[in-house]
């Protein structure tokens, strides 16, 4: 032990101390460089605002607690983010009830997700439940064109005709309709 510390050893000590210290500072290089995020640009993105149309008055109110937009793209997958609960027969005409940007390409699909429960109709004064046996999610068929282009901004109008979309059973209960049209603008 005396061997290392003497006098004589000092610079060796010294040299030994650099080097590791010159180690441990390459190996923080090397994890912080590989350790940041991707920096590959942002995939071009489309804005997509959504829009409702309603069609029919054997109701007097229906309340839907929409969640999310789901969109899958040929470019990739997408969300726009709704979170709230709209009487969709008093949204006026061309009101935005969500808004967001997703990947650009042409459409393969489009769900709208609401909530498992809280979804009613009101009915001659009275509220009802909404039953959704398919589950949260309503596909939406887009008629037409499904582009939606890079770095531009369009309109998907969610063409809601009660007659179809809600349905009364036979034993009294209403039951929601998995699927909606819709028209890309």
């Known amino acids: 032990m005396a061997f290392i510390f003497s006098s004589t050893n000092t610079p060796l000590i010294a040299r030994c101390r650099t080097a590791l210290l010159y180690l441990v500072g390459i190996a923080l290089l090397i994890l912080w460089g590989s350790c940041h995020e991707d920096d590959s640009p942002m995939p071009e993105q489309a804005q997509v605002k959504v829009k409702l149309k309603n069609s029919g008055d054997q109701y007097d ?20 983010d709704a979170n709230k609960r709209l009487n969709i027969l008093a949204v006026q005409r061309d009101s935005v009830i969500a808004s967001g940007h997703v990947p650009h ?40 064109d499904k582009l ?38």
């Open 61 to 80: 109110a229906l309340y839907l607690e929409i969640q999310q937009i789901w969109t899958r793209t040929s470019a990739g997958g997408g969300k726009i």
């Open 105 to 144: 390409g042409t459409i393969q699909e489009v769900m709208l997700e609401v909530a498992p429960t809280g979804n009613q109709i009101v009915r001659d004064g009275s509220s009802h439940p909404i039953e959704m046996p398919q589950g949260p999610y309503i596909a939406i068929n887009i008629a037409g």
């Open 148 to 185: 939606l282009l890079p770095n531009d901004t369009h309109a998907l109008v969610l063409d809601i005709q009660l007659s179809n979309f809600i349905e009364r059973t036979a034993n009294g209960k209403y039951v929601m309709n998995p699927t909606l049209t819709a028209v890309l603008d």
